[in-house]
């Protein structure tokens, strides 16, 4: 007998829990589809981009006109008049200090509108800057929906791969099991030996650590799938294999999103500089104010209590304490930063793409091995069997082949989601989903 008892690997569910969940039926396409609505890093993107569009709303206002309507009560007690010449012969006329600085109340409607004349091109550019931060945000949206579409691919390969690995130790575990009973039976007839029995349950033991680490595999990576979808960590799936990826030549790629994210932060540069030289320019301003101003509000709207006013205002800046010159020397370094960036990463896809396309020539290549590996072992566990049938080897040498034919199911299950993961790969350097 075994020293101790195998540990199950599914612990029982306690009294009175709820009722186990159904698991949620998924295939890579629908995961892929859940994951465009559901994952948050793709929702915050999103939401990145619709704040670049509230940006052009309001940078467009700076260059349209602003009207603004102004109630205002003032009651006031103004003593300046006592401090003026005025003040000091007033007396002479017999008017005392008092009935100079009376208390006055005043009542003003009016409504203000300004616009912006001319700023050297400032508010246009400003207008044109947001557009493309916008866009630019949209190129960082496509970037990380690439990412996080690439990353559930890999993700749900890594539960069909981590599943397969545990379907195969659990065959290697219930084949050891059925060993130890035959030899156990063998012993009691007599036809084998302690070493025998010694030797089969050493082959469980062996194998019982390898099934508790499979089990923790698939549940790991069932979590990190979860996580991608936007589901609870613990919500059960059913997921739908893949079978072997259809033979098809090299898709025609498109320009990266990483690329078109760098030249698009370029030209917003560029179009900094514009701005930062208008602000060294003089700007040009119109402003005009109607409204009525009285004393008592039944004087309110009625002449002669109508005032109005209407200006064009000329600001030139002469000296800024070297300002300007700052922002436009950090704006060129800034420049410089991201053209350097946008070098780099062109080098980076290009390598990408070359390793890309070499990964996916030698998955295909360890995918054919492991099929012709595996129809071999098949091929050598039957004449094993034939043999064990007629007594030439012993239940030994047919467990290690056996063990054998299931290693060799697991490369070669493991070779196709390889070659699933090497077309992922040559995909995403071409900027292109999983699917």
Request: aromatic share 6%; no cysteine; net charge neutral.
């Given at each position: 007998?075994?020293?101790?008892?195998?540990?199950?690997?599914?612990?029982?569910?306690?009294?009175?829990?709820?009722?186990?969940?159904?698991?949620?039926?998924?295939?890579?396409?629908?995961?892929?589809?859940?994951?465009?609505?559901?994952?948050?890093?793709?929702?915050?993107?999103?939401?990145?981009?619709?704040?670049?569009?509230?940006?052009?709303?309001?940078?467009?206002?700076?260059?349209?006109?602003?009207?603004?309507?102004?109630?205002?009560?003032?009651?006031?007690?103004?003593?300046?008049?006592?401090?003026?010449?005025?003040?000091?012969?007033?007396?002479?006329?017999?008017?005392?200090?008092?009935?100079?600085?009376?208390?006055?109340?005043?009542?003003?409607?009016?409504?203000?509108?300004?616009?912006?004349?001319?700023?050297?091109?400032?508010?246009?550019?400003?207008?044109?800057?947001?557009?493309?931060?916008?866009?630019?945000?949209?190129?960082?949206?496509?970037?990380?929906?690439?990412?996080?579409?690439?990353?559930?691919?890999?993700?749900?390969?890594?539960?069909?791969?981590?599943?397969?690995?545990?379907?195969?130790?659990?065959?290697?575990?219930?084949?050891?099991?059925?060993?130890?009973?035959?030899?156990?039976?063998?012993?009691?007839?007599?036809?084998?030996?302690?070493?025998?029995?010694?030797?089969?349950?050493?082959?469980?033991?062996?194998?019982?650590?390898?099934?508790?680490?499979?089990?923790?595999?698939?549940?790991?990576?069932?979590?990190?799938?979860?996580?991608?979808?936007?589901?609870?960590?613990?919500?059960?799936?059913?997921?739908?294999?893949?079978?072997?990826?259809?033979?098809?030549?090299?898709?025609?790629?498109?320009?990266?999103?990483?690329?078109?994210?760098?030249?698009?932060?370029?030209?917003?540069?560029?179009?900094?500089?514009?701005?930062?030289?208008?602000?060294?320019?003089?700007?040009?301003?119109?402003?005009?104010?109607?409204?009525?101003?009285?004393?008592?509000?039944?004087?309110?709207?009625?002449?002669?209590?109508?005032?109005?006013?209407?200006?064009?205002?000329?600001?030139?800046?002469?000296?800024?304490?070297?300002?300007?010159?700052?922002?436009?020397?950090?704006?060129?370094?800034?420049?410089?930063?991201?053209?350097?960036?946008?070098?780099?990463?062109?080098?980076?896809?290009?390598?990408?793409?070359?390793?890309?396309?070499?990964?996916?020539?030698?998955?295909?290549?360890?995918?054919?091995?492991?099929?012709?590996?595996?129809?071999?072992?098949?091929?050598?566990?039957?004449?094993?069997?034939?043999?064990?049938?007629?007594?030439?080897?012993?239940?030994?040498?047919?467990?290690?082949?056996?063990?054998?034919?299931?290693?060799?199911?697991?490369?070669?299950?493991r070779a196709e989601l390889g070659l699933w993961s090497a077309r992922f790969d040559q995909r995403r350097s071409l900027g292109l989903p999983p699917l």
């Amino acid at each position: 007998m075994l020293p101790f008892s195998p540990p199950a690997i599914q612990e029982a569910a306690p009294q009175g829990a709820a009722a186990p969940q159904a698991p949620l039926s998924l295939d890579l396409s629908s995961a892929l589809a859940r994951a465009r609505h559901e994952n948050p890093m793709l929702r915050a993107a999103k939401a990145r981009v619709d704040e670049r569009r509230g940006l052009i709303t309001s940078t467009r206002a700076d260059a349209l006109p602003q009207l603004t309507l102004v109630g205002d009560f003032t009651r006031v007690r103004d003593v300046s008049l006592l401090n003026s010449s005025f003040a000091t012969s007033a007396a002479t006329f017999g008017l005392t200090p008092d009935s100079l600085v009376g208390t006055t109340s005043i009542y003003t409607t009016q409504a203000n509108l300004t616009q912006p004349l001319f700023y050297w091109g400032k508010l246009g550019t400003a207008i044109d800057i947001a557009r493309m931060g916008e866009q630019e945000a949209s190129y960082s949206f496509t970037t990380s929906e690439l990412d996080v579409l690439h990353g559930v691919a890999k993700a749900y390969l890594a539960v069909l791969a981590a599943q397969a690995e545990q379907e195969v130790i659990e065959s290697r575990r219930k084949t050891a099991e059925q060993f130890v009973g035959d030899v156990k039976a063998k012993l009691e007839a007599q036809t084998a030996t302690e070493l025998d029995r010694l030797r089969a349950e050493s082959e469980l033991l062996a194998v019982i650590p390898d099934s508790l680490q499979a089990d923790a595999n698939v549940k790991r990576s069932l979590e990190v799938l979860n996580g991608q979808l936007g589901l609870d960590p613990r919500t059960p799936l059913a997921l739908a294999g893949v079978g072997l990826p259809e033979v098809s030549a090299r898709p025609a790629g498109v320009e990266r999103s990483e690329l078109a994210q760098l030249k698009q932060q370029e030209a917003m540069y560029r179009a900094n500089e514009k701005i930062i030289i208008s602000d060294l320019r003089p700007k040009f301003d119109f402003s005009a104010s109607y409204g009525y101003q009285a004393g008592k509000t039944d004087n309110l709207f009625k002449e002669p209590y109508d005032a109005w006013r209407v200006s064009v205002t000329m600001k030139f800046p002469i000296f800024d304490g070297l300002r300007s010159s700052g922002k436009r020397a950090q704006n060129s370094a800034q420049l410089e930063q991201v053209r350097q960036s946008r070098i780099d990463r062109e080098r980076s896809v290009a390598i990408e793409q070359s390793t890309a396309d070499r990964e996916l020539e030698k998955a295909i290549a360890l995918n054919e091995a492991a099929r012709r590996a595996h129809d071999a072992m098949l091929e050598a566990l039957r004449m094993s069997r034939d043999s064990f049938d007629q007594g030439l080897i012993t239940s030994l040498d047919l467990l290690q082949a056996e063990r054998s034919e299931r290693q060799a199911e697991s490369q070669r299950r493991r070779a196709e989601l390889g070659l699933w993961s090497a077309r992922f790969d040559q995909r995403r350097s071409l900027g292109l989903p999983p699917l």
